[in-house]
């Protein structure tokens, strides 16, 4: 029998606009995508949110493909048949790492669903529908620059936005879109754990402006903070990067540390993860969106397919295609007239991956052999 088969290809991919966040400015993605072939050859796709350096999670590309291949791939039985959750069950003792877990179980997810030809909508035990998504504006060189993106992305379709802010880009571009385009305007603000905090004062500020939430203000480790700002009961606090596990989305729950939780998949290890963290949010009254890192076809796919759970009411940050890239490496997803983008009906993440493409944006790739 032939043994299973990992691929990790890294891939840069050139963005239509750069994207500045309080974190720094990107031109190009890298991006990790795995293809997961399994003893009896049925395979199965994985996009990871890993960038380049540990700035945003604390795990990145060069270290995802270290644990995938020393710890992570060690640990896998061979044969066929692997399941997302055996692939769960035997990383369980190796704590954290959440970004390499989840593309080695979802890569294996994706595989094992095709097989069994079942969408993964169903395996979440969802059913499809439109999914009302939101675009991110990142921080531009002035308030004139903001203006014409954000009236761009509302004549593409777009029924929500999330600004970037940072100290000194907050409550002056919160204001102009506000003075722009109306207050009926669904507005939310993404700060990226820019503020300390001795900004509550400011940042309660942003209470002015009827917005649908304020995301991660302070460093991850802030819990506390969040649940004072929270206790305000002004703009609702979503957690975003503080939230890397569902220990996490419980801690915060309870210390009423958030009022939203952002679920992104690849930063939580996967698609099993995240689909707890929605039940324990939604047995909670706490709404989730579906957060997005500028993913490709592959992640795009798995998004929405997630973002079907009812625990999603708030518009995901899964853009269309066009938004980021000109040329993707599977098939495109554009904003129906309601704003809305549709999960694939196929088996697994439901697309075809581009090979062809997968080849031109590839810098690295790596064969790993099961185990
Ligand atoms: O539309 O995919 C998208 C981008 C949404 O703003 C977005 N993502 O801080 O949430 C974020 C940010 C991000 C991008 C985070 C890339 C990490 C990497």
Wanted: proline residues 7%; contains cysteine.
């Amino acid at each position: 029998m032939t043994a299973a088969t990992l691929e990790v290809f890294r891939l840069a991919m050139p963005l239509v606009r750069p994207f500045r966040t309080s974190k720094g400015e990107e031109t190009v993605r890298d991006v990790l995508v795995a293809r997961w072939t399994d003893a009896d050859g049925s395979s199965g796709w994985a996009e990871s949110a890993a960038d380049a350096e540990p700035t945003y999670f604390p795990e990145y590309i060069d270290s995802v493909l270290l644990s995938i291949e020393r710890v992570l791939l060690p640990r896998l039985g061979h044969g066929p048949g692997l399941t997302a959750g055996s692939v769960r069950a035997a990383f369980a003792d190796v704590p954290g790492n959440p970004l390499a877990k989840g593309l080695v179980e979802t890569a294996v997810l994706d595989a094992h669903l095709r097989r069994a030809g079942m969408p993964l909508v169903d395996f979440l035990g969802s059913a499809r529908r439109p999914i009302t998504v939101g675009v991110s504006v990142g921080i531009p060189q002035d308030l004139d620059t903001l203006l014409s993106w954000v009236s761009g992305y509302l004549d593409d379709g777009y029924r929500r936005v999330k600004l970037k802010i940072q100290p000194g880009w907050d409550l002056g571009p919160v204001r102009a879109v506000r003075e722009a385009f109306g207050d009926d305007l669904p507005l939310q603000v993404d700060a990226n754990q820019a503020y300390s905090p001795a900004d509550i004062p400011l940042l309660r500020r942003l209470d002015d402006f009827g917005l649908l939430l304020l995301e991660q203000p302070f460093a991850r480790h802030e819990l506390l903070a969040h649940a004072a700002l929270a206790a305000g009961h002004g703009t609702p606090v979503c957690l975003d990067e503080s939230i890397l596990s569902l220990d996490d989305a419980v801690t915060a729950i309870r210390l009423g540390a958030a009022d939203v939780i952002n679920i992104k998949p690849s930063r939580v290890g996967g698609y099993l993860t995240s689909r707890q963290i929605h039940d324990v949010c939604l047995a909670n009254g706490v709404p989730v969106f579906c957060g997005g890192t500028l993913e490709t076809a592959i992640g795009r796919a798995a998004n929405l397919a997630l973002a079907t759970l009812p625990g999603f009411t708030l518009p995901g940050d899964i853009s269309a295609t066009s938004r980021y890239y000109a040329r993707d490496i599977g098939p495109s997803f554009e904003l129906d007239d309601a704003g809305c983008l549709l999960a694939p009906d196929g088996a697994g993440i439901g697309i075809e991956v581009d090979e062809a493409a997968v080849e031109t944006f590839a810098l690295e790739q790596h064969t790993f052999r099961v185990p």
